[in-house]
């Protein structure tokens, strides 16, 4: 069974700061990666989709990245603002004809000015 | 383009008495049809899928139920809502099938914040 771990669940960063969050998965016989952005009380936005044969993607201040023989995402936020504050999510879909992504708990950033 | 919308936005219901929530995706065909939940706290939980019309799997027990009557448009219903089942409520979709142009990527709406007193 595929389990998701984000580390870490909760950051706290100064306006500027390049940061890295993580995401890992225990099966790495995945069918794609993406990245949601949850705002409080909000639905979740796609940042960031990467196919199990890709190894980044890259959309403006985000980076995301895959390695699938270590079962590892990073997303990779330049510069970061007060407006990049969220929870950020990733999500695996198994290869093979699974529907069903397995969702990681999110890590919490908060950007102060 | 592709869009979802939820609604209500926010419910507030007394123990015991029904529950509805809509969604329906325009702008795509046959897509796969999901109802998650967002506890306090917690993680997203699967609750529901669909590939298809009349086609529903549930992941967890519970006295919540779906159908999905039109092919982009899935209910989450309940006849008698316990204090357990506040929570937000999202529903998504994706594209069918493994075709070469399908990359799986999932679209969420804005949720519905239900509150069970």
């Known amino acids: 069974k595929q389990e998701v771990t984000q580390i870490p669940a909760a950051l706290s960063v100064p306006e500027g700061e390049n940061l890295v969050l993580n995401c890992s998965f225990t099966?790495?016989?995945?069918?794609?990666l993406q990245w949601f952005r949850q705002d409080p009380g909000k639905g979740l936005t796609s940042l960031l989709l990467?196919?199990?044969?890709?190894r980044e993607q890259t959309s403006g201040r985000l980076n995301a990245s895959l390695d699938k023989s270590s079962g590892r995402s990073t997303l990779y936020i330049a510069a970061s603002q007060p407006g990049d504050s969220a929870t950020y999510l990733c999500?695996?879909?198994?290869?093979?004809?699974?529907?069903?992504?397995?969702f990681g708990r999110g890590t919490s950033l908060i950007v102060h000015p | 383009s592709q869009t979802i919308h939820q609604w209500p936005a926010t419910l507030v219901q007394p123990v015991g008495s029904p529950l509805s929530l809509e969604c329906t995706v325009e702008?795509?065909?046959?897509?796969?049809l999901y109802w998650y939940r967002q506890a306090a706290g917690r993680g997203l939980q699967l609750l529901f899928y669909?590939?298809?019309?009349?086609?529903i799997s549930s992941e967890v027990p519970q006295n919540l139920s779906a159908s999905r009557p039109q092919d982009r448009q899935f209910i989450l219903s309940s006849k008698k809502l316990l204090l357990s089942d506040s929570g937000f409520y999202l529903c998504?979709?994706?594209?069918?099938?493994?075709?070469?142009?399908?990359?799986?990527?999932?679209?969420f709406g804005e949720g519905s914040r239900l509150t069970v007193l």
């Open positions: 998504a979709w994706s594209v069918r099938g493994y075709r070469s142009i399908n990359t799986g990527e999932l679209f």
């Open positions: 099966d790495s016989a995945i069918y794609n």
């Open positions: 990467i196919q199990s044969s890709q």
């Open positions: 999500a695996v879909r198994r290869e093979g004809g699974s529907y069903i992504p397995t």
């Open positions: 702008g795509t065909s046959n897509p796969n």
């Open positions: 669909s590939v298809g019309i009349g086609q």
